[in-house]
C-alpha cells in the first residue's frame, strides 16, 4: 500500500495539520505584535496594515481549510505560498527598498510547513526556496537575513523528510499490524480444521482396526496421516514465538520427528531456543539413533524422545523397548576398527561440548544427552 | 466379554462435539459394561447436564464449542471435587492438554488411542489413578522445571521431590508402570503414587495462584 493514500498516512497528516493550525497561530501574533511595535517603519501604513489584515484573515482561512482533508488540494496550497510569497515582496512597497524586517517574518512558516507535510521533502524544498528567494529580494542583506534564509531553504526538505518517514512507519505499523491479525484468525481456523480432520483420520484408524482386513489396511494409512498431522501442528505452533533467525525452536524441531514411525516426542510445553547449529544437530544426533532403533530392533518398534530445559544445559534422551545391546559388542566393533554409530553419535556431542551416555539392558537401550545452553536466551 | 459382571458400573458421560465420535466412544464405553449417564456437544450442554447426571468419570475434548474444555474442566471439578476427568483430544495442543491438567483434569489421551487403551484409561481414571501419556509427563515436567526457572515471589512454589521427577521422567519416556517399578525396585502402587502426587501439586500450584490473583485483585470480597 502507498503511503501516499493509505488511511494511516491520513491519518497522520491530519493530525501534523492540526499541530500546523497551532503553529500558525502562534506565528501570527508574533507577526502581528511585532508589525504594531515597528509601525513606524511603515513608509505606507494603510498598504503595511492591510497585509497584516491579510495574514489574519488567510490563518483564519486556512486553519478551517486544512483542517478537511478533502479541501487539502493544490490550488488551496499553491494559494497559500503565494499569499506568503506576496507577502515578501509586499515588504519594500510598504517599508520602502532599505527594510530591515519583512512584514510576514516568521509569518510564512506555515506555508512552508504545509507544503512539507502535504508535498514532503520536494514540497518542502520548493517552498523553502522560494520563499527565501523572495526575502533575499531586500537591498542589504546581512548575516541574519542570509541565515534565515538558509534556514528556510534546509528547513523545507528536513520537516518534508521527517513527514514522509512519519506517514511511511505509520503505513507500514498499518500492514504489519493487519498481517498479524490475518495470521491469528488463519491460525484460529486452521485449529478447528486441523482439529475435524485429525478427529476423522482417528477414527478411520480406530474403526479400521476393529473391523479388519482392507479396512484396517485403511486405518494404518489413517493412522499415519494423523501422526504426521499432528507432529506439524506441533511443529508449527511453535513457529511464531522464536524471534531470532539464528536460534531455533529445539522442541518444533523434534516434533517433527514423530511422524511416520511410532516415535513419541515428549517436550516441555514452551519453546526451548537454541543457535540454530546445536539445535540442528541434535536432531540430527535423535534421527541417527531412531535410524539405529529401526536397524536394530524392527522397523515398527517404538521409540521415545524426551527432551528436557534447564536454564544452563538441555537433556535428551532416546530409548527403544527393544533386547538392548549385549555387552562387549561395542567394544569389540571398536576393536576391529568399526566405529560405527555409537561412537560417531558420542562425537557428535562432544562437538556441542555436551556429554552422551549409553544405557543399555532389559528395558532396552537408552541415550542420554546433556549438552550446554552456551547462549540462553 | 464379561460385561455387565460388575457390581457398580462406572457412570460416564462423554462430551464431544463431533457426532461420529460421540457415538463411537458411547457404543464402546457401553458395550464394555459401563453406564453412559450423558452425552453432550458443547460446553454449555456439558455443564447444565452435569448436575443431574452426576458422572463419576467424564471423557471431554478439548476442542468443543464455549465454554471450552479447559473451562468445563475446571467449572465441573469445582462443583464435585471427586469427579475425574479424562481429557481425549485430536490435535492435543501443548498448552491446551496442559492448561486441562492444571484445572483439574487427571488423564489424557490422544485420539488415536485404540479402544482398549480408551477403556483402560477410563477405568483408571475412575479408581483415581492418573492417566499419563510419555507427551503429558514431558509437559508436565517442563512445567515444574518452568517454575522452579522463574519463581513468583511468596508463592510457595509446589517442587518435585527426586523420586518423582526421576518417575515423572521414565513415564516421559515411555516405561511403563511395572517397567518403572521393576527399575527402581518399587511396588506398582508407590509409583502410581508418586505420579499422582504430581498432578497433585502442580494442581495446587494452580490454585494457589488463583486465589492469589483473586486476592491481589480483591476478587474475595463480593
Not at chain 1, 91 to 109: L, Q, R
Not at chain 1, 272 to 293: F, I
Not at chain 1, 357 to 365: H, I, N, Q, W, Y
Amino acid at each position: 500500500m502507498s503511503s501516499w493514500t493509505s488511511p494511516a498516512s491520513i491519518a497522520i497528516k491530519d493530525r501534523l495539520f492540526r499541530a500546523l493550525a497551532v503553529l500558525r497561530w502562534v506565528v501570527l501574533l508574533n507577526a502581528v505584535v511585532l508589525n504594531v511595535i515597528r509601525a513606524d517603519e511603515f513608509e505606507r501604513p494603510a498598504l503595511g496594515a492591510t497585509c497584516v489584515v491579510v495574514m489574519i484573515g488567510w490563518t483564519v482561512f486556512t486553519t478551517w481549510a486544512y483542517d478537511d482533508r478533502r479541501r487539502r488540494t493544490s490550488p488551496l496550497l499553491v494559494a497559500d505560498l503565494a499569499i506568503a510569497l506576496a507577502m515578501l515582496l509586499a515588504t519594500p512597497a510598504v517599508k520602502g527598498t532599505d527594510y530591515t524586517s519583512s512584514v510576514p517574518g516568521f509569518w510564512v512558516m506555515g506555508a512552508l510547513f504545509a507544503w512539507a507535510i502535504h508535498y514532503r521533502l520536494v514540497g518542502g524544498l520548493v517552498a523553502g526556496l522560494l520563499l527565501a528567494a523572495a526575502d533575499l529580494q531586500r537591498q542589504h542583506v546581512d548575516a541574519s537575513d542570509y541565515g534565515n534564509a538558509f534556514l528556510l531553504v534546509i528547513g523545507g526538505p528536513i520537516v518534508g523528510y521527517m513527514c514522509d518517514s512519519l506517514q511511511r512507519m505509520a503505513t507500514e505499523r498499518d500492514v504489519a499490524e493487519r498481517e498479524a491479525a490475518m495470521a491469528a484468525e488463519r491460525a484460529r481456523l486452521a485449529r478447528a480444521v486441523h482439529d475435524g480432520v485429525l478427529q476423522v483420520l482417528a477414527l478411520v484408524q480406530r474403526r479400521g482396526h476393529e473391523l479388519g482386513g482392507e479396512a484396517a489396511e485403511l486405518g494404518r494409512l489413517a493412522g499415519e496421516q494423523e501422526r504426521e498431522l499432528r507432529g506439524l501442528i506441533h511443529a508449527q505452533e511453535a513457529v511464531t514465538v522464536v524471534g531470532h533467525a539464528e536460534s531455533v525452536d529445539l522442541v518444533a524441531e523434534l516434533a517433527r520427528l514423530e511422524h511416520g514411525q511410532n516415535v513419541t516426542v515428549a517436550t516441555p510445553g514452551s519453546p526451548v531456543e537454541l543457535p540454530a547449529a546445536t539445535a540442528r544437530e541434535l536432531v540430527a544426533v535423535a534421527r541417527a539413533c531412531l535410524d539405529n532403533v529401526r536397524v536394530h530392533v524392527g522397523d515398527d518398534a517404538p521409540a521415545w524422545v524426551l527432551l528436557q530445559a534447564f536454564p544452563d544445559r538441555v537433556e535428551l534422551s532416546v530409548r527403544d523397548d527393544g533386547p538392548g545391546i549385549s555387552a562387549g559388542r561395542l567394544e569389540e566393533a571398536a576393536r576391529q576398527g568399526r566405529l560405527g554409530v555409537a561412537e560417531s553419535i558420542r562425537g557428535r556431542i562432544a562437538d556441542l561440548g555436551g556429554t552422551a551416555e549409553l544405557a543399555t539392558g532389559s528395558f532396552g537401550t537408552e541415550w542420554e544427552f546433556v549438552v550446554p545452553r552456551t547462549s540462553p536466551i | 466379554m464379561s460385561e455387565s459382571e460388575q457390581p457398580a458400573r462406572i457412570r460416564v458421560m462423554v462430551v464431544d462435539d463431533h457426532p461420529l465420535w460421540r457415538d463411537a466412544v458411547e457404543h464402546d464405553l457401553a458395550q464394555a459394561g459401563l453406564d453412559v449417564v450423558a452425552v453432550a456437544a458443547t460446553g454449555r450442554e456439558a455443564l447444565a447436564r452435569f448436575p443431574a447426571a452426576r458422572p463419576e468419570v467424564v471423557v471431554l475434548d478439548l476442542q468443543i464449542p464455549a465454554p471450552d474444555g479447559v473451562e468445563v474442566t475446571a467449572e465441573i471439578v469445582r462443583q464435585d471435587p471427586s469427579v475425574r476427568v479424562l481429557i481425549l483430544s485430536a490435535s492435543g495442543e501443548h498448552a491446551d492438554v496442559l492448561a486441562a491438567v492444571k484445572a483439574g483434569a487427571t488423564g489424557y489421551l490422544v485420539k488415536s488411542a485404540s479402544r482398549e487403551e480408551l477403556l483402560t484409561a477410563v477405568r483408571r481414571v475412575a479408581q483415581g489413578d492418573p492417566v499419563f501419556t510419555p507427551g503429558l509427563a514431558g509437559l508436565v515436567l517442563g512445567e515444574f522445571q518452568r517454575m522452579s526457572d522463574e519463581p513468583t515471589p511468596g508463592s510457595g512454589v509446589q517442587t518435585l521431590t527426586e523420586r518423582e521427577t526421576e518417575v515423572l521422567k521414565m513415564v516421559a519416556k515411555g516405561l511403563s508402570y511395572r517397567q518403572i517399578a521393576e527399575r527402581l525396585v518399587l511396588s506398582h502402587r508407590t509409583v502410581q503414587n508418586h505420579v499422582q502426587n504430581t498432578l497433585g501439586k502442580l494442581q495446587m500450584h494452580n490454585r494457589v495462584e488463583l486465589t492469589r490473583y483473586a486476592i491481589e485483585h480483591g476478587l474475595d470480597e463480593d
